[in-house]
């Protein structure tokens, strides 16, 4: 399905690649209801393509990232300074960089795209204005510092590409077939390598020849890329993290043969074979005409023959049906999906009762929150505030930020679900119960009513409530020197 000459590395996550958008089965020739080739001999079920697809690993995606990402999901970033002290103005800075450049929705596609193993974020400046790129990692190989295993040396992207391709990229006409692009991303420059022909080497080229027109020196000291790996894996050191998906692979590819089987057989009960038992010789004409299956068509047969239909009946299709409950069962235990019907959820529940019913989601949202939110949003920021010292004129969607100084980054995430009135009723009389008895100062109050109230700036809100109280005391004091002039005998 993939050239040979790519290494293994990147077949491997282009087959994950497949898997994760539905297309696995595309390369099957044989649709699942034909049994019988051209030439009559037997097509094995396990050549023909499934009628019925799951798409369980796309769901468990879909729902982790949802989670992660998503729209009541999205973290606060908070800044603090030298002094420990919360940096509001630069908070505010972050969250305007954010909006303007759809962060939000970038981090939700490279969450998607990274769940295979790994997915790059390249951040670059063309003609002073701010592009973030998302870029599948199966043609990126990173080199890696030997001291440190989270910096970036060297980001080498490379595929095959076809003349056509290259024409319509601005690189003039070559002649007819497929051409290695190469590119390489390192600490002080982007260099572009000229294409080569792939019938001239044996396998990925070597001998590359520098494009000094397009290739630029952007002297950032770092590689302009942020590299996440998807979920830890066993080796430290190697590019792709864990796969959210690929423990639920088999299981998925088995129970959609499985229920394509059962499809199979319920159209066969509606419609079952004939069997008709007479000789050639008491049928008119000497043979066996065609005969049509149909409730208003009456069947004449001579004296002494017989009609059956070969049924079957349900009780194949039931214990199929749940033999494909237990093999989804299995699948997103594996994966650690959401295994709760919500269907079966009579009322309506709080937040904490939810994230128990779906504690295994919420078990590998959490470590997925580390890779694409400390090692990926983060970093993302972090290189952006990079950028803006090194270009003075950085333009973020028209505007001009300045150099951005961005120090002690953090994240804040919200609850996993929102809560309910009873859990805020209960939250805020426990929250009231230790302001009173002075447990808690104001700011530690905030905070713990923060997943209710959807505060993002926590100095900000106790300024305001500051601001209530003097308020407060103002009209109760001019409210007791009104009481105080007035004659008593007039009461």
Not at 64 to 74: M, Y
């Amino acid at each position: 399905m993939f050239p040979s000459r790519y290494s293994h590395r990147t077949r491997e996550l282009l087959a994950l690649e497949r898997v994760l958008d539905g297309t696995l089965y595309d390369h099957i020739h044989h649709p699942f209801f034909r049994s019988c080739d051209t030439d009559g001999t037997y097509i094995p079920i396990n050549r023909r393509r499934p009628s019925v697809r799951s798409n369980l690993c796309n769901v468990v995606v879909d729902d982790s990232v949802s989670l992660l990402f998503g729209a009541s999901h999205w973290p606060s970033v908070t800044v603090h300074g030298a002094d420990e002290q919360a940096n509001h103005q630069a908070e505010n800075t972050i969250r305007q960089i954010v909006k303007a450049m759809h962060l939000s929705s970038l981090m939700e596609q490279a969450a998607v795209m990274g769940s295979v193993g790994s997915v790059a974020i390249l951040v670059q400046v063309i003609e002073n204005e701010l592009v973030i790129e998302i870029k599948r990692t199966c043609f990126l190989e990173p080199i890696f510092s030997l001291f440190d295993a989270s910096r970036l040396i060297r980001v080498r992207e490379q595929y095959i590409v076809d003349a056509e391709g290259l024409r319509r990229a601005g690189f003039g006409q070559f002649e007819a077939g497929n051409y290695w692009f190469t590119r390489d991303f390192t600490e002080q420059e982007t260099i572009w390598y000229q294409p080569i022909r792939v019938d001239a080497c044996v396998g990925m080229p070597d001998d590359l020849v520098r494009d000094d027109e397009r290739s630029l020196v952007h002297g950032l000291g770092v590689v302009p890329v942020v590299w996440i790996r998807n979920l830890p894996g066993t080796d430290p050191v190697y590019p792709e993290g864990k796969c959210t998906f690929a423990a639920g692979i088999d299981a998925m590819i088995d129970a959609d043969y499985l229920l394509s089987q059962t499809v199979r057989g319920l159209r066969y009960s509606a419609d079952p074979t004939m069997v008709l038992s007479v000789d050639e010789y008491m049928m008119p004409g000497g043979g066996i005409p065609p005969i049509t299956k149909d409730a208003s068509n009456a069947i004449a047969l001579p004296q002494g023959g017989e009609a059956k239909l070969l049924e079957i009946n349900g009780t194949g299709a039931a214990a199929a049906l749940n033999m494909w409950e237990s093999l989804r069962s299995l699948a997103l235990e594996a994966m650690h999906g959401n295994r709760a019907h919500g269907d079966k959820v009579s009322a309506g529940q709080s937040g904490r009762a939810m994230e128990l019913m779906c504690l295994g989601l919420t078990w590998l949202t959490g470590r997925l929150r580390r890779s694409y939110g400390e090692f990926g949003l983060l970093s993302v920021i972090r290189l952006i505030a990079r950028i803006s010292q090194i270009v003075p004129e950085l333009t973020i969607r028209g505007k001009q930020y300045g150099p951005l100084e961005l120090e002690n980054l953090s994240l804040v995430w919200p609850p996993w679900f929102e809560p309910t009135f009873g859990d805020m009723q209960t939250m805020a009389n426990a929250v009231q119960a230790a302001r009173s008895s002075g447990s808690v100062s104001v700011d530690t109050a905030v905070r713990m009513m923060r997943p209710a109230t959807h505060v993002q700036n926590v100095g900000e809100e106790i300024n305001k409530i500051q601001n209530d109280f003097e308020s407060h005391d103002a009209r109760l004091s001019a409210l007791s020197g009104t009481v105080e002039d007035r004659d008593m005998t007039e009461v």
